[in-house]
């Protein structure tokens, strides 16, 4: 089954120690996506990219930084991760219609504890 | 003002009856509409889009009111399995990046 798929799907980093997460996607969709889940908040686009143009968000902080080396894959850096960082990290993926936002389909996430 | 905004709950609702709640938003220029359902600690699934002129699959039904920017779901029969988080998500400016409400969290009880 084509998926969104995020390794590993939980990751425990020290203070400061620099962490990259992973996703990958067999859906061969042009769009990827980075959000940050704390509990019982909504999730918060950090960046995308559409096709290797990367859009970051205005208030993601610089301590994140993303590569995606080809269509299936896409990283999401922290550089230094801080006790406030610990959240559900989400990758997703879209097809872009030209049109209006079209569903986005989520990976499992990676639960990301910082000691 | 937040972008999207939802009545967390949670809202306990007896197995078997009708649940609604809304959500606004805050962007006149959305274009896109979309529920989402997220179980505790999994990801966000698509659960319907919302069409202008409002939508039902199965026991759910979505509304959309451009006029007053707000959207709603209406869960019929609930059933136990509908116990979920349910995130009202719009379009930002009419493109793809999508904005999430904190979700409205629904517990059935039998």
């Known amino acids: 089954d084509a998926m969104v798929i995020q390794n590993p799907r939980y990751q425990v980093t020290q203070f400061g120690k620099p962490v990259t997460l992973s996703c990958s996607q067999t859906l061969n969709h042009n769009v990827m996506y980075w959000y940050q889940q704390k509990s019982s908040q909504a999730p918060k686009l950090l960046f995308h990219?559409?096709?290797?143009?990367?859009?970051n968000e205005a208030d993601t902080p610089d301590n994140f930084q993303s590569r995606r080396p080809n269509t299936s894959f896409c990283f999401l850096d922290i550089r230094s991760p801080g006790l406030g960082d610990a959240a559900m990290y989400l990758c997703?993926?879209?097809?872009?219609?030209?049109?209006?936002?079209?569903?986005?389909?989520f990976g499992p996430g990676t639960r990301l504890t910082v000691t | 003002r937040k972008e999207v905004e939802q009545d967390p709950g949670p809202f306990n609702v007896p197995e078997g009856a009708t649940v609604a709640f809304n959500c606004t938003y805050s962007?006149?220029?959305?274009?896109?509409f979309f529920w989402y359902r997220q179980d505790c600690r999994k990801e966000p699934k698509l659960l319907m889009s919302?069409?202008?002129s409002g939508n039902e699959d199965g026991r759910f039904t979505a509304q959309l009111n451009r006029a007053s920017q707000y959207i709603s779901l209406l869960i019929r029969d609930s059933k136990l399995s509908d116990s979920a988080t349910y995130l009202c998500v719009v379009n930002r400016n009419g493109n793809n990046r999508l904005a999430f409400g904190k979700g409205n969290q629904v517990v059935v009880i039998p």
């Open positions: 962007n006149s220029a959305s274009q896109s």
């Open positions: 990219y559409y096709d290797k143009d990367f859009n």
């Open positions: 919302v069409y202008s």
């Open positions: 997703a993926t879209s097809r872009d219609s030209g049109r209006a936002a079209e569903e986005q389909y």
